[in-house]
């Protein structure tokens, strides 16, 4: 059995949803579940006018791509695409999508969950914020939310 297809991208420009879909389940005949999950900027009830996302170029790839087989190894997934932009963003711009395949709804749920989850913890993306009132906001820190949600998966 061949592998399973693993699209990693990290870009300056915004993705196209539908083209991803259509590059995991073109032709396909086993994928009963299609999962995808789309960030978004948000405004923060108005306070933000940006978000700068900065990555460490090679890195970032290299650690999205372990993300990537180790969600591919545990939930038995068909295909996988990881797109994480970085630059500045406004509000309600694409930042991240994760688009996963699976012959069941459910591995192709835990699969999404799964990348988010090490992804927000361990790629080594980071966010500035850009204050609507025209002063530079700080590094966002890291959350202890996102290190609980990825201790349910356990270490990979």
């Not at 915004?14 to 073109?26: K, S």
């Not at 069941?104 to 850009?130: C, I």
């Not at 820190?141 to 998966?153: F, G, H, L, N, T």
Request: net charge negative; glycine share 8%; proline share 4%.
């Amino acid at each position: 059995m061949a592998a399973a297809p693993l699209t990693i991208r990290v870009q300056r420009e915004d993705f196209d949803t539908q083209a991803a879909v259509h590059g995991l389940t073109e032709g396909r005949r086993d994928v009963g579940a299609l999962v995808t999950f789309t960030g978004l900027c948000r405004d923060e009830a108005g306070a933000l006018s940006a978000l700068e996302l900065e990555h460490y170029p090679g890195m970032a790839e290299a650690e999205l791509k372990r993300i990537g087989e180790a969600s591919i190894s545990r939930f038995s997934l068909l295909g996988l695409t990881i797109i994480h932009r970085y630059g500045r963003m406004q509000p309600g711009d694409q930042i991240v999508l994760v688009a996963a395949t699976a012959p069941h709804r459910q591995a192709a749920f835990d699969g999404a969950n799964f990348v988010m989850d090490y992804l927000k913890t361990s790629a080594p993306f980071w966010k500035k914020e850009h204050a609507a009132d025209g002063t530079e906001g700080g590094w966002v820190p890291a959350k202890d939310a996102d290190d609980s949600a990825r201790a349910r998966w356990k270490d990979v």
